[in-house]
T-cell receptor, first 113, second 110 residues
């Protein structure tokens, strides 16, 4: 079974721009969660989508948003990029319930200059 | 919300020795505790997990223990090998989200 895939793997953007990242979950998985990983803050939960609905949200500003499509693929968008948004963005998929195992993709490395 | 603390932040062991990483959590309602291994340039990989109705789980050289009363859980790696070198994260599911510890960088010296 193919794993979680994320595109693009690397991205360089300028402050003020916006960016869209994509995540394709493992086949059959209906939940997709997004995380931000930085050296200073570690791994932080952004939001989770299940059946095209945002089911849970972390403590990030409204510039961070996401959506999920009917095939469970998900995108996250960051508007008005700031230098501090430079991070590894990871998505994870699971069957559905929070007690199911979550499997991570390789991440998208975003650099904001 | 849930808070997960992980110790130590770095751990250096000789090949063949054991490694132990400890985590504490704050939310007594948390009921699922996965451990992840992250190698350079890769996403976290689930290596073992434990649920709140179990006290210990073992998978080959890796074992995890859970003490619900004390709200702490630990990862034990026996007979460490160079390929065990990586960053390890503990996590807890509480409030319908996964909260991670700060990570432990493990270096296995040959």
């Amino acid at each position: 079974k193919a794993g979680v895939t994320q595109t693009p793997r690397y991205l360089i953007k300028t402050r003020g721009q916006q960016v869209t990242l994509s995540c394709s979950p493992i086949s059959g998985h209906r939940s997709v969660s997004w995380y931000q990983q930085t050296p200073g803050q570690g791994l932080q939960f952004l939001f989770e989508y299940f059946s095209e609905t945002q089911r849970n949200k972390g403590n990030f500003p409204g510039r961070f948003s996401g959506r999920q499509f009917s095939n469970s693929r998900s995108e996250m968008n960051v508007s008005t990029l700031e230098l501090g948004d430079s991070a590894l963005y990871l998505c994870a998929s699971s069957l559905g319930d929070w007690t199911y195992e979550q499997y991570f993709g390789p991440g998208t490395r975003l650099t904001v200059t | 919300g849930e808070n997960v603390e992980q110790h130590p932040s770095t751990l250096s062991v000789q090949e063949g020795d054991s490694a132990v990483i400890k985590c504490t959590y704050s939310d007594s309602a948390s009921n699922y505790f996965p451990w992840y291994k992250q190698e350079l340039g890769k996403g976290p990989q689930l290596i073992i997990d434990i649920r709140s109705n179990v006290g210990e789980k073992k998978d080959q050289r890796i074992a995890v223990t859970l003490n619900k009363t004390a709200k702490h859980f630990s990862l034990h790696i026996t007979e460490t090998q160079p390929e065990d070198s990586a960053v390890y994260f503990c996590a807890a599911v509480g409030g319908n989200k996964l909260t991670f510890g700060g990570g432990t960088r493990v270096l296995v010296k040959p």
